[in-house]
């Protein structure tokens, strides 16, 4: 059972975060600003487009696979956005010093067959040593797709993008002082990924979006980007209290549950998904997600089954430290609501904001379908919306606070 008294001792919080995750987190908003001026300086601002592709591939692993979700989710259904993830792991050989090979040196990428010289191929990689990449890039080159590659400079990938006359743009690295530097992987083969990775692989994706008219986002979006990641920051850092940090109270609710990650809308949608991973590799739980109307089908067993009832969340006198909670279902449900009322104008909004059900408002038939399903089989539904207009700053919300969360609660849980 997690004792959520340690998300209030930010010593503690410290101690256990070996690979400083909430500092990589910390500084998602460095990063979008260095990695879009690093993006311009690349030649990203000279690019001269004939017009849109006709589909654009995001190849990849990790969450570098998540942005096309995203990019998607922002495109609408005005381009076809296709992830492209490694379709087989060979068995790589060990090096010179005789060190296994790290797993991602054995992946391999295949282009689709329609894939051609109306499509744009992006490969992004926060190592860039993927052989596997490497070939696909030499592969779309072959069949005369425009390529653009996201990798450290120096790297094999980056290399390669000169050789295959792609756009290299960069990939920004987390740097930390030397005296906080994480402390060696315990699973050396897969990593744990750095958490703000994310946004060193979307801040170019987007940038290169826009350019290419693939979105409609307005012009000071990515700036504005970069300054609510950092306002995200400063509300869930470390030393704000329990009942104040947003992240660490989701990250209570979530404790013993098995989550169902719900979501309105491809915007939430992106998000959930997004959530579920962060929780699978930052606090080793498993999460469903999925879009409403179809997760009222798909998950309905759930709530039939032994998690749905018989636990009682919200006992009072429940001794939540030393006598072991049943597992039972909670479900989060995450929407992107600009016209919804709130406490605030939602240029005002402070992030994501738990909805009560008293003041939910109007709902969808979906939404009204998931809070009946909850109440009728006595399950915790909690629901988080962004009001704010533009998608792109609803998106980066969701997904702030919820990777906040997730490292809060494998911290707590590794310290219980």
């Not at 169902?260 to 590799?281: M, N, S």
């Not at 609803?394 to 702030?400: R, Y």
Request: hydrophobic letters at 50%; charged letters at 20%; one cysteine or more.
């Amino acid at each position: 059972m997690l004792d959520d008294t340690l998300l209030d001792d930010p010593a503690a919080l410290q101690r256990a975060d070996h690979d400083r995750a909430l500092l990589a987190l910390a500084g998602a908003g460095a990063r979008v600003r260095t990695a879009l001026r690093q993006a311009e300086a690349a030649g990203l601002d000279r690019l001269r487009p004939d017009g849109r592709p006709r589909a654009v591939l995001v190849a990849g692993h990790g969450s570098a696979l998540t942005t096309a979700e995203m990019l998607s989710a922002l495109a609408g259904t005005s381009s076809l956005v296709t992830p492209l993830p490694p379709t087989e792991a060979a068995a790589p050989r060990a090096d010179r010093a005789g060190a296994p090979p790290a797993f991602t040196a054995g992946l391999g990428w295949q282009l689709p067959g329609w894939a051609g010289p109306l499509d744009l191929l992006v490969i992004s990689s926060a190592d860039g040593g993927e052989q596997g990449l490497v070939a696909l890039a030499e592969q779309a080159y072959a069949r005369g797709c425009a390529i653009v590659v996201t990798a450290p400079a120096g790297s094999a990938l980056a290399e390669a993008a000169l050789q295959v006359r792609a756009l290299p743009l960069p990939f920004v690295a987390s740097v930390l002082p030397e005296d906080l530097a994480p402390v060696t992987a315990v699973e050396p083969d897969l990593p744990a990924e750095d958490p703000a990775a994310l946004w060193s692989h979307l801040a170019p994706l987007l940038a290169l979006a826009q350019k290419i008219g693939l979105t409609q986002l307005p012009y000071d979006a990515l700036p504005a980007l970069a300054d609510l990641l950092d306002a995200a920051a400063v509300r869930c850092r470390p030393d704000a209290a329990a009942y104040t940090n947003p992240a660490k109270g989701l990250a209570a609710r979530l404790a013993g549950t098995v989550p169902l990650l719900w979501a309105e809308g491809p915007i939430a949608g992106a998000a959930a998904t997004r959530f579920a991973a962060q929780l699978a590799d930052r606090a080793g739980r498993p999460a469903l997600a999925g879009p409403l109307p179809q997760v009222l089908t798909t998950h309905r067993g759930m709530f039939t089954g032994q998690l749905g009832a018989g636990a009682d969340p919200d006992d009072f006198f429940r001794d939540r430290v030393e006598e072991p909670d049943p597992l039972h279902l909670q479900v989060l449900l995450l929407r992107h609501a600009p016209g919804a009322a709130g406490p605030a104008a939602p240029d005002e909004q402070d992030g994501p904001a738990e909805v009560p059900e008293e003041d939910a408002g109007p709902r969808s038939f979906g939404v009204s379908r998931a809070h009946r399903l909850a109440a009728a089989h006595d399950v915790r539904l909690t629901e988080y919306a962004s009001t704010r207009p533009d998608a792109l700053h609803a998106l980066a919300d969701l997904v702030a606070l919820t990777d906040f969360a997730a490292v809060y609660l494998g911290l707590a849980a590794a310290q219980s």
